[in-house]
């Protein structure tokens, strides 16, 4: 059943969705020098590697790590990356992650595949079992600012929970803390 909900929500976003994935991808493209598609490897159910793509917002010298592991991720960031993550337009190119399979709508974020301490914590309590989202119970609740812990306490409750009427409630709060751009730092 959920599959079957992420594929219909994720076919009828991207069309309706189309002309902004465009413009978008037009600003990344004119504003800075690389793809505007970054593929990132990514770690997905049962700590299976995979490629997600979002838009570029960081210049592509930028080390492969975490945002807030570097020293000023602001220096990195291409001149529309910070109105792009803020708005969570960023994130768009991750529907084509939910057509292939290799996420959700709603699940744990992915981690990178350098976050040896989430990975594992999440690993340890189960949660590697579950796809990943494209937003989550950890992002309602507090996204960015959380420190790891948190966010694997999070997932747990979220994969003890699971239900289309929590799911369909994530992607509700999900919109309205996007619309006024909650809980993002960079």
């Given amino acids: 059943m959920k599959r079957l909900f992420d594929l219909l929500l994720a ?3 991207s069309l309706i969705l189309l002309l902004p994935i465009v413009l978008v991808a037009l600003c990344v493209k004119l504003t800075s020098k690389g793809p505007a598609i970054y593929w990132s ?3 997905g159910r049962y700590n299976k590697i995979f490629r997600m793509p979002k838009f570029r917002t960081m210049r592509t010298d930028t080390p492969a790590v975490a945002t807030h592991l570097l020293a000023d991720p602001k220096r990195f960031l291409t001149p529309c990356g910070s109105f792009l993550r803020k708005s969570s337009l960023d994130e768009l190119p991750q529907l084509w ?3 292939c399979g290799n996420m959700s709508f709603v699940g744990p974020r992915p981690a990178l595949f350098n976050q040896d301490d989430l990975i594992a914590l999440r690993t340890q309590n189960g949660v590697d079992a579950i796809l990943p989202g494209l ?4 992002q309602v609740n507090g996204r960015d600012e959380l420190p790891i812990p948190e966010k694997v306490k999070l997932d747990v409750e979220y994969m003890q929970r699971q239900s289309l009427a929590l799911d369909l409630k994530i992607i509700l709060l999900t919109f309205m803390k996007v619309v006024r751009r ?3 730092t960079h």
């Fill in 182 to 184: 909650d809980g993002v």
């Fill in 11 to 13: 076919l009828l976003a």
């Fill in 135 to 138: 937003t989550g119970w950890a």
């Fill in 41 to 43: 490897d990514r770690v």
């Fill in 97 to 99: 992650s939910i057509l």
